[in-house]
């Protein structure tokens, strides 16, 4: 989860600073075609709500991006596509562009930002929990993660 808050954060800038570009460059001029920005993300993840909320509700279109969200599970996927030109931007860990540039890349990946130390956590449930508290999970089986991941008991 530490690498997807790296990731959704290095989106929101590296988008933010197109947006920025296109929007100066385009200032006097009608914008008749959207410019696609072609994003790779290395998982689907609840980090990246806001951006999901941003295309779904249309304001990359109003300031004339259109974002290609393409999912490219690994960070080797995502480096990979980012190397080949498929993709613009790609959200992955700095594992990533650490391996190319070790590796002797000439054309390596740059990486952005990196906003918070640790992962966030979201505890989720099927059904509404009136006055929740962490006792509330005691004895309980939890997935922290993804399917296949560890589970803990509390």
């Known amino acids: 989860m530490k690498k997807s808050i790296v990731i959704i954060t290095s989106l929101i800038l590296v988008i933010f600073v197109v947006m920025l570009t296109i929007f100066n460059l385009n200032k006097t001029k009608e914008k008749e075609e959207l410019t696609t920005v072609k994003l790779a993300e290395v998982t689907h993840s609840m980090f990246y709500a806001p951006l999901y909320v941003a295309i779904e509700n249309g304001y990359f279109k109003d300031e004339g991006l259109k974002i290609d969200l393409i999912l490219t599970s690994g960070a080797d996927k995502v480096s990979a596509a980012v190397l080949s030109n498929t993709v613009d931007i790609g959200f992955a860990g ?61």
Not at 108 to 132: C, H, M, W
């Open 94 to 154: 700095p594992e990533s562009a650490i391996y190319v540039y070790k590796n002797g890349e000439t054309d390596y990946l740059v990486t952005f930002a990196g906003l918070t130390k640790r992962d966030g956590q979201f505890i989720v449930s099927r059904e509404p929990i009136e006055n929740f508290s962490i006792e509330d999970l005691y004895g309980k089986e939890i997935l922290p993660g993804r399917v296949g991941g560890r589970t803990r008991n509390l």
